[in-house]
Every structure is written in C-alpha cells, then in structure tokens.
C-alpha cells in the first residue's frame, strides 16, 4: 500500500526566498515519485519525478527534489521564490507496474511581493 | 504533441441527473486514469485502464459511477444519479507506462 503526505495546507514565503514544500510517503514497494503543479483551472503539470536513478531530481522552473530513503521523504525545493509560483502543489507516489498513482493534499503556495 | 483533451469544461446539472464525461488521451498511451478533485484536496483515482482493460476501479462508486475504454482510446465516465457531493474537478489523465501521467484541463461539474 502506498499514502502521501504533504506537511502544510498553505505556505507563504517572501518573493526571493526559499521555497521548502515538504512530502513524505510509505510504500510497499520501490516508489516513484513526483512533484505536480496546478494553477488556477488548470489541469496538473508534472514538474519532476525520481524513478530510481539520481536521488537529486532537478526539474522545471528552477525546482529540485531529493529522494531520501532514510527519511521516506521528497521535499521540494527552489532557493528563490517567483510570483509565478503562486500555485497549489502536489506531491504523488507510484509503485509502477500495476500500482495506481496516489496524490497527496496538496500545499497552496503564496508568495508575497 | 497534443495533450489530453477533455470535455466539457465546466458542467452544471441538478441532482438525480445523469451527466457523461469524455476523455481523448495522449496517442499511443495506453493507461488511462480518471480522478476526482473535490476543492481543497488533493485528486483521488476514481479508475486506471490499461488499454481497453480496468486495472484499478475500487474506488470508484459503482452505485452511481461508470466508466469505459472501448477500443483502448479515449473514455468516458458517468454518474447517474448524481449528488450533491459529486460536485468536484474531474480530471482524466494518461500515461505510456505507469509512471508520468500527463492530465487534461478537467471538467468542472456543480450539482445543484
């Protein structure tokens, strides 16, 4: 069985700043595991994923993401912050092969001016 | 390359109606997944269809919810009746394997 976490329904952050949205995850079986984004009445748009190679996965619009087994963890970062980033942001785990694709909550970022 | 195209955008009905989806995945992928996004959450799998085949439908409301892949393309999901709390984003979504799904714009339907 696989489940996500996401740390924080909302976070704000200054434009410029650090942007750390937190994901942790259980799963039976080796994961994969992505990073989307959704803006405003859109569909989601896959900003990275790991599928058991780098455990540090870069990804678009300047977003990074590390595997951490240890830790049965994703955080997803981007050291500067946009307005752009303005977005609600979700963090999924899949097993692959026969194994459906589990979403967290998501986490709705604002960033201030 | 297109993208997943879905329709209608936007959908009102009254409850106790009947209301049908339909979804036209990415070319040549064959897993095809509905989901349903009530607001403020975050999407849970309503279906996966591996071709014209269902690989994962247990949460899906059978009651009340239908889907279909005839011929292993595009789908089309169903409510009949609906209720109040189906009102949610539907969004369908494909994938070539069973990793990177690439989603529609959903279809936003209101039950009143």
Known sequence: ?113 | EAGVAQSPRYKIIEKRQSVAFWCNPISGHATLYWYQQILGQGPKLLIQFQNNGVVDDSQLPKDRFSAERLKGVDSTLKIQPAKLEDSAVYLCASSLDEGEAFFGQGTRLTVV
């Open chain 1, 1 to 113: 069985a696989q489940s996500v976490t996401q740390l924080g329904s909302h976070v704000s952050v200054s434009e410029g700043a650090l942007v750390l949205l937190r994901c942790n995850y259980s799963s039976s079986v080796p994961p994969y595991l992505f990073w989307y984004v959704q803006y405003p009445n859109q569909g989601l748009q896959l900003l990275l994923k790991y599928t058991s190679a780098a455990t540090l996965v870069k990804g678009i619009n300047g977003f990074e993401a590390e595997f951490k087994k240890s830790e049965t963890s994703f955080h997803l970062t981007k050291p500067s912050a946009h307005m752009s980033d303005a977005a609600e942001y979700f963090c999924a785990v899949s097993g692959g092969g026969g194994f459906k694709t589990i979403f967290g909550a998501g986490t709705r970022l604002f960033v201030k001016a």
